[in-house]
């Protein structure tokens, strides 16, 4: 079950580091079909959005927004705008139950009370998410199963396995 739209992140997982242009880890990732991926890739750049088949992820993608998703069909993933980031990581914990997110990470930059009382997915700090939203342990609305730190030639990346949060009555 998701909590509000406002709350923070819970992160608990593993870490790696990893060299080299092109981290087998990334590939594999990206590669799967059972686990939707968000590639945010930074610097304004569109969101690459990979998702288990099915003949309406046009419109579940589209949903009541107003661009049209663009799919490049030889790399079999849609293009949507960044700004879409926060809402479909939300749509695809409720649809998918798990979703991958890949973003920038840069090591130099600290972990600091702005990302422990972040509200959004959007992490580039050292913590590569850990921490993310940490201020606020009652609003978490999901979990970190795995992440890893990937160097994808001059750039560095994170990669997120998010779940909901699981709520238990007492």
Known sequence: MLCSKTAPYNKVGITAMAT?????RLLKIWNQSEIPVLYRRGNG????????????????????????????????YWEVPKSWFEVLIKESLVKYKKVYVIQPFNPMEKCAPACWNAVGAECECSCMGANHGSGNPAGKW?????????????RRYSCRLLTPVEHHSH
């Open 142 to 154: 999901h979990v970190v199963s795995d992440t890893l730190a990937i160097s994808w030639g001059p």
């Open 20 to 24: 080299g242009d092109k981290d087998p």
């Open 45 to 76: 750049s569109p969101l690459l959005v990979r998702l288990p088949f099915s003949p309406t992820n046009r419109a579940w993608l589209k949903n009541d927004r107003r661009r049209n998703p663009i799919w490049h069909k030889p790399e079999k």
